[in-house]
């Protein structure tokens, strides 16, 4: 609770929660507890998937959660990673995000949708609160473009990159008829701020690797990966343990370390280094159209993570955060 005070305190513009029992603890509950104890900042999944909960189920709660903080519910929605992986499960298709999504999506807003075939109905939704989609594959970036209000980007931040991601997630909302310009777009990034780098790159091996192993699972090559990784690449998501997903100082972190895949995912996945390191990366992230970043706390001490952030760092780019 002492993050997500310091956070809201600090100024974040978003207080997410995971939806993983691999990683956090369960989303609902925590959420309601951050309702209780926050005064400005957005609050909701960041992000949850369409496969662990009925979309009624979700609708209901995010309703509930917007209620409890007088309208400041946020929902993000990813395909699932730790929370399936460690229950047997593969990731969501497509297809079963947009029935999903869309169904949350119709439900906010009137109560009534249909689902898989069956009539579902919530009660007492005080609005259709924005919704983030994380996007990593083409597929995934057209998805955003058709129907969310932000896109989460997870795929790297060269220029590169971020130029692939805005093709898919334009050319989603044109083929649906959608001005992209609408579209906030945000982008993940795993975050360490020191007094100098090589202690910041010690603390962020773990986020990195969790990074590595959902966003590069495919593609990797037409991603930007240089070809001499790629095979160490392969090497880090098949023996990634997601048991120990986004633990600081866990196997996953030693993987990257030991593969020599440090620097090239710190600087690809990574909001590390000084304070003035870290400007400068959001200062290139927000010439290239990039509106707002959410940095994950899985620090060994996140408090002083969310300290230096908060302090440091995101008054000095004019660029809306969410931890």
Not at 10 to 21: P, Y
Not at 101 to 126: K, N, Y
Not at 142 to 154: K, P
Not at 172 to 181: I, L, S, V, Y
Request: net charge negative; aromatic share 4%.
């Amino acid at each position: 609770m002492q993050q997500i005070e310091l956070a809201d305190s600090l100024g974040a513009d978003i207080v997410g929660v995971g939806d993983s029992q691999a990683g956090f603890r369960e989303l609902y509950v925590s959420l309601a507890v951050a309702a209780c104890h926050t005064k400005r900042g957005s609050l909701g999944p960041m992000v949850t998937n369409p496969l662990t909960r009925h979309p009624a189920v979700t609708a209901s709660a995010i309703g509930t959660l917007d209620r409890l903080t007088d309208g400041r519910a946020v929902v993000g929605f990813g395909t699932g990673g730790s929370a399936l992986w460690t229950i047997g499960r593969p990731p969501a298709r497509v297809a079963q995000m947009r029935e999903y999504i869309t169904t949350v999506q119709h439900l906010m807003r009137s109560g009534t949708a249909t689902f898989e075939g069956d009539a579902v109905s919530v009660q007492d939704i005080p609005r259709a609160v924005p919704v983030f989609i994380s996007a990593e594959g083409p597929r995934t970036l057209a998805l955003a473009g058709a129907i969310a209000d932000a896109v989460v980007l997870h795929t790297g931040t060269t220029p590169a990159a971020i130029r692939w991601c805005k093709e898919r997630l334009h050319a989603g909302a044109q083929e649906a008829g959608r001005d992209p310009g609408e579209i906030e777009i945000w982008m993940m990034l795993k975050a360490s701020v020191a007094d100098d780098r090589a202690t910041a790159l010690e603390h962020v091996r773990a986020g990195l690797a969790g990074s590595a192993s959902h966003a590069l699972r495919q593609g990797a090559e037409e991603k930007g990966v240089p070809a001499e990784l790629l095979e160490p690449l392969s090497e880090l998501i098949s023996r990634y343990d997601a048991a120990q997903h986004a633990v600081a100082g866990s196997a996953n972190a030693k993987l990257v370390d030991s593969l020599g895949l440090t620097d090239f995912l710190a600087g690809y996945f990574g909001l590390v280094g000084t304070p003035k390191d870290c400007v400068r990366t959001l200062e290139s992230l927000a010439s290239q159209g990039v509106q707002g970043v959410i940095c994950p706390t899985s620090s060994p001490d996140p408090l002083d993570l969310i300290e230096r952030l908060g302090r440091g760092v995101f008054p000095n780019v004019p660029t809306p955060a969410a931890v």
